[in-house]
């Protein structure tokens, strides 16, 4: 009687991002998830410097209170961009650096890092040179989920209704900050948010009143990102999320839920500080308090924008709604939601342990539709070039 080979998966977390602590928790949250018969979930610490590390060590979450990659068991490695390895150098600094010993190969690369250097489709990109399977959305999904602006571009386009805002760079705000103002206050009007593009978690989020206070937020969000957006209020909403699971051959939305805040926006500390393990602890009510038509609508919409933008996975989606007119607003699409959204999925009845198995399952279907491709297309062009020279190529 054979035996079943486990799965093999590398939950990618932390990483050089202002969400590292928060990927911490998810990427722990993931590996806890899987059903240990069936995959070995292998983790993997990218420290704040952008250094890789796997061990046993980085299993145990108390472990990161102190500088864990000092621990006994925690060695460093590197993902290789070859796809002859197809997985990681252990110890790449050692010598010998390509012995086949020191190469452990991986099945499924399941990324748990939020926001810059993973959720913004360079880490994906990474394991597309790699040729390795990997959880969740693409690199163009990933790149233009992640950036604020391009998601409103997007969606505009295609009908979804976004909240009007006004985009500019750090370099233009600090050239001619006036010029900036005046273009804010001439497209919209206060109350506004200022955000960094491509940042998550609230990080870098502000509610401006008056232009004192829009000059004051645009400089501390300006110390975030490059790229930056004043965008309207929505006054008398509420905040209403819904995930999206699937890939463009299918996709399935979850029950709605209305998180409960003080402010009109979900503080950082609101999210993840409120008691228990990162999103999950924060305070919601689940199903939202919606019409059902009203509910429907929101999912729907959800589908569609995820579809939109050619999405894999999960994402969960963010809306502003106002329920007395039924008015509903795309906020922004998360791609690699917080604790992975694990709580809208148990209330829609897909548990933990189903739910990774599924992500899984996606990621090997996009890989094999992928292997379906055609990437080596031999010419005679470097014979007929050689034979011609350079010059001669254009005639």
């Known amino acids: 009687m054979s035996v079943q080979r486990k799965t093999s998966v590398a939950v990618v977390f932390g990483g050089r991002s202002v969400e590292h602590d928060v990927s911490i928790v998810t990427g722990h949250q993931i590996m806890r998830a899987f059903d240990a018969d069936l995959f070995t979930a292998i983790p993997i610490y990218i420290d704040r410097e952008g250094r890789w590390f796997t061990g046993d060590s980085l299993r145990e979450l108390k472990n990161f209170k102190n500088e864990i990659t000092s621990l006994a068991g925690v060695t460093p490695i590197v993902l290789s961009p070859s796809v002859q390895h197809h997985g990681f150098i252990i110890n790449p600094t050692a010598s010998g650096l390509f012995n086949r010993s020191q190469v452990q190969r991986i099945d499924v690369m399941f990324p748990a890092v939020h926001g810059s250097h993973g959720e913004d489709g360079t880490l994906q990109g990474l394991f597309e040179l790699a040729d390795i399977p990997y959880v969740g959305c693409g690199v ?4 233009v989920a992640n950036d604020k602006l391009m998601t409103k571009h997007v969606l505009r386009t295609q009908g979804v209704p976004v909240v009007d805002s006004v985009g500019f760079t750090r370099t233009e705000w600090l050239a001619n900050p006036e010029r900036v103002i ?3 206050e001439k497209m919209l009007t206060y109350p506004l948010f200022v955000k960094p593009a491509t940042l998550g ?7 401006a009143d008056t232009t004192a206070l829009l000059r004051a937020y645009i400089d501390v969000a300006a110390g975030f990102d490059e790229r930056l957006l004043a965008e309207s209020a929505v006054t008398r909403s509420v905040e209403i999320n819904c995930s999206v699971l699937g890939d463009p051959n299918g996709y399935q939305s979850s029950v709605l839920e209305q998180p409960i805040s003080w402010q009109e926006f979900l503080t950082y500390e ?13 305070e919601r009510i689940i199903p939202a308090p919606l019409s059902p038509a009203l509910t429907a609508r929101i999912q729907e919409i959800a589908i569609q924008a995820f579809r939109v933008i050619n999405g894999r996975g999960i994402a969960r989606l963010d809306f502003l709604v106002r329920p007395d007119t039924d008015e509903v607003f795309l906020n922004e699409i998360n791609t690699m939601p917080g604790s992975l959204s694990f709580y809208l999925w148990q209330a829609t009845g897909i548990s933990q342990t ?4 599924k992500l899984v399952a996606l ?3 996009a890989y094999a539709e992928k292997r379906r491709n055609t990437y080596n ?10 034979e011609r020279g350079i010059k001669g190529l254009k005639k």
């Not at 978690?201 to 509610?207: A, H, K, L, N, P």
């Not at 189903?354 to 198995?357: E, K, M, Q, R, W």
Request: hydrophobic share 45%; charged share 15%.
């Open 354 to 357: 189903a739910l990774v198995s």
């Open 201 to 207: 978690s609230s990080i870098g989020i502000s509610r």
């Open 140 to 143: 163009m999904a990933s790149a």
């Open 182 to 184: 005046a273009q804010i």
């Open 270 to 282: 609101e999210k993840y500080l409120s008691g228990g393990e990162g999103m999950k602890s924060a």
């Open 363 to 365: 990621a090997r279907d």
């Open 377 to 386: 297309y031999q010419t005679s062009l470097i014979a007929l070039t050689a």
